[in-house]
């Protein structure tokens, strides 16, 4: 579920095990061992969610908030320490709570769970009076049993219990109104931080008896041999860091594995993880490809394991910095002969460390480095295995590298290898994991992308002969999965006529019917299926049902004679489930709330009833948004409101109410515009719309493209002058590139996206280059240049190929747009998957398919009906 964070930020929680679609996290049946304990007469069980059953004595009060007992257990023992703790609870009168289910516990001892929250198998909840002597009992009762240290708390003494002072209920009707992560600390209110690290909340006295144990130190063994200089990154298992050999002064990655921690579903922890890879590093020490060991031990309870400082980048970064994205810049043609070479080596390498019998596991782009002269190392060892006589499941991989079926281990290494090689030739692999055998149709996407760039027929045939070579090493299979319905594509396919492109769409609406199909024989809740950032979205235009049958409505408008079949029905029931669900939504904005609903409803064709609906709510929707942007803010709604105006739809009352609020909203942008978007750069290197502030959805862009319609609704000079300020604003987070190319500068990386950044740029400024200073148009080089790709890794419209090349084609003075459509149909068929006799779309990252406008479907119909319209139709125009 999605819970807020701070403002606008999003916590999206979803289930990836459906072989389709994503879905909520309450998909999957959990059916592993339930821990089970006796129920006393005059006790009361209760399973307030999936994850936790509580234990509370009838009739007892207990305190609001206190100090928690948290304990821990290694996985083995688990069951046996429940039963401990629940008897001596039971006999105490403490309430409790312990884990579900083994499941349950292994994910909350997992390596990427939130480091605040691991560890923690069962809570008890002492009154402050029966604080001491509960203690008492359980490190009695426990002391015979391990578990992790829990980051959040103090532990008590030698047993794995462990104190943090916090809520233990939410308040009563006679209590003062907290919320639930709140406490009340005499008369002031204090957040309950659920931190990483043990604190004691302002304003809070401990007992007596909790001081001297406060005031004891963690028992800790041994010298620090190391000098730490920084953490590159931490985990619930503990840190990887750059680090310094005291004795030495020699530079090392330091790798640390807390006890008990980092638990898969194998039973394994991160220690025995490290060991392996300890293991496999001493076997292959004479390697120069493989970090060299300095230092292996146990400090305090930790393993630690220091490893050399192997130079070099990732190789998927690799890939970005040289792979021929522009077809202006790939001048050398030297790309395929440097693939050839890495992946020669990859090869070499991996018959070596066979021969040793060590078997890496975990080969993908991330576990690769390449330095100068194309030299590679191979890191992260921490999988490997050192036996090759049995089939094993592949338990650890990255997407689009998992092999599909229970194999050797031999095998699951070359199946890593044979993905990292077709990567290298087109970087497309993620859908792997979607449809079998993926790469069959990247791998002639990418014969066809470099024969078009010119590479010497001696360096494509080359590549094919490895990539030829590396698919004799992975066995075909029999797929008997669900998915083998998906099936990928194996022939090139061109557009050379409009029949062509009529073919295509049909194509792309029984994938559709399909995936619709598919879908609501298996969920209720929603009509289409959507990227996880859309799964509690179902208001607005970027994932509600709402937009997607618009999508697709619009698009079957441009076939000849289509029959809409059951099209009225499902318009009817998603319109009314929509108005049904208006007043639940707590979201305002054009993207993913109420007012995109209501433009929505009145493009599907229901003028009455959007107009009954805007008229309504307007002025509440304005003032109950905290945004100002075009995606989730008062931008967009006002562009809705100009909307309506335009089209004479509103009475002279609110069409002067929404005047006001225009000019109102345009003189607090000219004279603060820095609060309602961020200037300049971002330092978040996201595509979550709720941790973006630039382009045309979030951004400065957004705001402009408002003024611009609003110039040509009234012609007053505020307007224009907002306008060019806006662009001005936006243009501050842009740079230039290698290839003299201009985009937004995002984290690490440039983007040329319409969502965020150049095409969205490039499509306000000739949207309104009638208006604009000339000086303004001189971008449009620099930013057509970006948007001018001849690969890119996502297919949908906000983030992805679709939207760049919509970014192309509108807004031109060319009345023919056939060559628009050609490259858009074309480029797309490296992304489709084939399912009977349509096409789907495995929406951005390549795990699912997603009808969404953003990420899928819906956003490549409307995308291709922008080009065939010469106008960019999500967005409402004058």
Known sequence: MIEFLGDFVMDYNFNLEHPFFFTNNDYSTDTSIKYQVSLPFNWHEVMNNDEWVYQYPIGKFVERQGW???????????????????????????????????????????????RGFSGKFITCYPNQNELESVLQRLESALKQYNGPYILSDKRWDEAPIYLRYGVFRPSRDDEKKVAIDELIVGDEVVKDERLPVF???????????????LDKKDKKQGDFPFIIDNAIRFSNSGGIYNAKLKED????????ARPYTGLGFDGTYSSERLASECKALKILNEWSETPKIYWYGKIWEHTFLGIEHMKGVPLNRWVTNNFPLYEVVDKTKDYLLRVSKIVEKLIDLTNKFHSENVYHQDLHLGNILVKDEDEISIIDWEQAVFSNDEKVVHKVAAPGFRAWRETLPSEIDWYGIRQIAHYLYMPLVTTSDLTYNYVSQTRIEGKKLFESLDYTREHIDYVESLLSYLDSKCPQIENISRKKVLKPMHEIRTIESEQDIQDFIIKLLRGFTLTYGQWRKEFQSRFFPVHYYGLNFNQGIAFSDLAILWSYQQLAKKVKNFKFDDYYEIRTQVINEAV??????????????????????YELGEIDRAVELF????IEIFENSQNKNLYSGQAGILLVGLYFLSKGEIDNKLGEEILIRLREYTLNYIENPETFCKVGASDVQSNDPYENFGGLLYGHAGVAWLFGEAYKLTGESIYKNGLELAVDK??????????????????????????????????????????????????????????????????????????LEVANNIYSDIDDNFSGQKKLIEQLYRYLCVIEEGFVIAGDN?????????????????GLVSIMDNKLTILPQI
């Open 68 to 114: 928690k007992i948290h304990i821990s257990s290694e996985y083995n023992s688990s069951h046996e320490l429940l039963q401990d703790v629940a008897k001596i609870c039971h006999e105490m009168r403490i309430p409790f709570k312990h884990l579900s289910t083994e499941d349950k516990f292994i994910m909350r001892n997992g390596k990427l769970v939130s």
């Open 199 to 213: 604190k004691i909340p302002k304003g809070i006295v401990p007992p007596d008896f909790l001081n001297k144990w």
């Open 249 to 256: 002064g020699k530079k090392i990655i330091l790798k640390e």
């Open 580 to 601: 049904n669900n208006f007043k639940k939504s707590s979201f305002s904005g054009l993207f993913d709330g109420k007012i995109g609903t209501i433009w929505l409803i």
């Open 615 to 618: 008229t309504t709510h307007f």
């Open 730 to 803: 936006e243009l501050v987070a842009y740079k230039v590139d290698s290839n003299n190319s201009l985009q937004y500068s995002q984290g690490h990386r440039l983007l040329p996206y319409l969502a965020t950044g150049s095409a969205g740029l490039l499509l306000l400024i000739n949207r309104n280059k009638e208006i604009l200073s000339s000086k303004y148009l001189k971008y449009l080089t620099s930013l057509e240049r970006a948007t001018d790709v001849v690969f890119c890794v996502l297919p949908g419209l906000f983030n992805g190929f679709c939207g």
């Open 846 to 862: 390549g795990l699912k398919i997603t009808t969404d406008i953003a990420s899928g479907f819906a956003g490549v119909a409307i």
